[in-house]
């Protein structure tokens, strides 16, 4: 009877620490325009994997015309305190420059604290510049850069869970992007939760415009805009 009772009661604390978020996929419709590759549109999907209350990941793929493709994934440990969260992000990502033949690998390590109304986060990241189009005589011609730190701070103008609300922020990296630390991505989103499984969400993006961290005097501006579905 004790085990029973011991089993049953595990298995309520595991069933509640599920409970506490729920898995989700986020569709949205993407505009993107810079000097180096002027107008594209495209789409980006993702997925957010809350495993319990002490573990989370996230995973996407953007597709920007014929010419960009990105794929990311972050797995995320945090640890709930009285005010606010702690986390660590372990991501890697790849992004491809089809018309370019190259592409970039990246690895990035960074701990954040998010409250209601802001949230930090700081790190590393090491970039690979790859050569898709090398032969076996330009073996080893990747370029790996030295590591480069990451910054990002949002404030947010209600609490985190309210139906609603409207962030901004700057950082020098998103889900799918990295800049050095003195190009700076500013960027100004909202969303607005209009049924229980449904999420409205627009995000526009100010940033540097080039690649691998060559830029040029004109900014790009990248918008988003689409639905986030919670299973």
């Given at each position: 009877?004790?085990?029973?009772?011991?089993?049953?009661?595990?298995?309520?604390?595991?069933?509640?620490?599920?409970?506490?978020?729920?898995?989700?996929?986020?569709?949205?419709?993407?505009?993107?325009?810079?000097?180096?590759?002027?107008?594209?549109?495209?789409?980006?999907?993702?997925?957010?994997?809350?495993?319990?209350?002490?573990?989370?990941?996230?995973a996407g793929f953007?597709?920007?015309?014929?010419?960009?493709?990105?794929?990311?994934?972050?797995?995320?440990?945090?640890?709930?305190?009285?005010?606010?969260?702690?986390?660590?992000?372990?991501?890697?990502?790849?992004?491809?420059?089809?018309?370019?033949?190259?592409?970039?690998?990246?690895?990035?390590?960074?701990?954040?604290?998010?409250?209601?109304?802001?949230?930090?986060?700081?790190g590393v990241q090491?970039?690979?510049?790859?050569?898709?189009?090398?032969?076996?005589?330009?073996?080893?011609?990747?370029?790996?850069?030295?590591?480069?730190?990451?910054?990002?701070?949002?404030?947010?103008?209600?609490?985190?869970?309210?139906?609603?609300?409207?962030?901004?922020?700057?950082?020098?990296?998103?889900?799918?992007?990295?800049?050095?630390?003195?190009y700076p991505i500013?960027?100004?989103?909202?969303?607005?939760?209009?049924?229980?499984?449904?999420?409205?969400?627009?995000?526009?993006?100010?940033?540097?415009?080039?690649?691998?961290?060559?830029?040029?005097?004109?900014?790009?501006?990248?918008?988003?805009?689409?639905?986030?579905?919670?299973?």
């Amino acid at each position: 009877m004790k085990k029973t009772v011991l089993i049953a009661g595990f298995l309520l604390m595991y069933a509640g620490l599920f409970a506490q978020e729920r898995y989700s996929i986020t569709v949205l419709g993407v505009y993107d325009h810079s000097r180096t590759f002027a107008n594209q549109g495209g789409f980006d999907i993702a997925g957010h994997m809350p495993f319990n209350t002490y573990v989370e990941a996230d995973a996407g793929f953007e597709s920007l015309g014929p010419k960009i493709l990105a794929g990311t994934f972050v797995a995320r440990p945090k640890l709930p305190l009285k005010v606010g969260e702690l986390f660590l992000d372990a991501s890697i990502h790849l992004r491809a420059f089809r018309s370019f033949g190259t592409g970039t690998f990246s690895m990035a390590a960074s701990f954040g604290y998010r409250m209601d109304y802001v949230s930090v986060q700081l790190g590393v990241q090491r970039t690979e510049i790859l050569d898709f189009q090398k032969g076996a005589e330009k073996a080893g011609s990747d370029i790996v850069e030295p590591l480069n730190p990451i910054l990002r701070i949002a404030f947010n103008v209600r609490p985190a869970t309210s139906p609603w609300n409207i962030s901004l922020g700057a950082g020098n990296f998103t889900l799918y992007q990295y800049e050095r630390l003195y190009y700076p991505i500013i960027f100004l989103g909202g969303h607005y939760d209009f049924a229980n499984h449904l999420t409205a969400l627009a995000e526009v993006d100010f940033k540097p415009s080039g690649i691998f961290n060559c830029t040029t005097n004109f900014n790009g501006i990248s918008v988003r805009a689409g639905l986030t579905y919670r299973f």
